[in-house]
């Protein structure tokens, strides 16, 4: 079965635009490896915890698909999603991004420049916060919040073993934006294999 899902996305990839793409294998079709439910109950807590809508969290990357598109370490494009792969959670809340991007703000603005803060500004200028790129100072509550909802999501096995993470992103086309490149990406590798 996961061989005729990654045949079928294979051959769309090259025949369909970027935008049926996403429809179809993105934002219709359910997660590869989380059961409906928990797919389901995933978004909900994720929505919960940000104070977002259910609709702005979407699963996405290899959990989605069952396999991952952009060549990784170790991973060609098209491996199938495994033991050491993790969930990947969108949200899509410019109310979020928003808040986020105010409290980092305002903590430069009182503290400065954190390790991280020129890799937050080039994301920033994609419409995409990464909670790795936030600072890291514990006078700056979101992240140790952040890691320590995922880490117990993850801990509490519901959704498998694995690693569960996140970003958020300012609005859909930013989103979007974002997948057409990791489409871009799968094609190149099947066209030109290393």
Same mark, same amino acid.
Request: glycine content about 6%; charged content about 30%; proline content about 5%.
């Given at each position: 079965?996961e061989?005729?899902?990654?045949?079928?996305f294979?051959?769309?990839?090259?025949?369909?635009?970027?935008q049926?793409?996403?429809?179809?294998? !993105?934002?219709t079709?359910?997660?590869?490896?989380? %059961?409906?439910?928990q #797919?389901a +109950?995933?978004r909900?807590? &994720?929505a919960?915890?940000?104070?977002?809508?259910?609709?702005?969290v979407?699963i996405?990357?290899?959990?989605?698909?069952?396999?991952?598109?952009?060549?990784?370490k170790?991973?060609?494009?098209?491996?199938?999603?495994?033991?050491t792969?993790?969930?990947d959670?969108t949200?899509i809340?410019?109310?979020? !991004?928003?808040q986020?991007?105010r409290?980092a703000? %305002?903590?430069?603005? #009182?503290? +400065?420049?954190?390790?991280? &803060?020129?890799?937050f500004?080039?994301?920033?200028?994609?419409?995409?916060?990464?909670?790795d790129?936030?600072?890291?100072?514990?006078?700056?509550?979101?992240?140790?919040?952040?890691?320590?909802f995922?880490?117990?999501?993850?801990?509490s096995?519901?959704?498998?073993?694995?690693?569960?993470?996140?970003?958020?992103?300012?609005?859909?086309?930013?989103?979007?934006a974002y997948?057409r490149?990791?489409?871009d990406?799968?094609?190149?590798?099947i066209?030109?294999?290393l």
């Open positions: 079965m061989r005729e899902v990654e045949d079928e294979t051959k769309a990839l090259f025949e369909l635009d970027h049926t793409l996403l429809d179809r294998y !993105f934002y079709r359910p997660a590869a490896v989380l %059961a409906p439910e #797919e +109950g995933l909900r807590e &994720v919960k915890f940000f104070h977002v809508a259910m609709r702005d979407i996405t990357g290899s959990a989605k698909l069952g396999f991952t598109l952009v060549p990784k170790g991973r060609p494009a098209m491996s199938p999603f495994g033991d792969s993790d969930i959670v949200i809340s410019s109310e979020l !991004f928003l986020l991007w409290e703000f %305002a903590f430069a603005e #009182e503290r +400065g420049d954190w390790s991280s &803060v020129e890799d500004r080039a994301y920033l200028m994609k419409g995409w916060l990464r909670p790129k936030l600072p890291t100072d514990p006078g700056f509550s979101w992240s140790r919040e952040w890691f320590d995922f880490r117990q999501l993850q801990r096995g519901k959704f498998g073993r694995y690693k569960i993470t996140a970003g958020v992103y300012y609005d859909e086309a930013f989103w979007e997948a490149s990791s489409l990406k799968c094609r190149d590798a066209e030109r294999p």
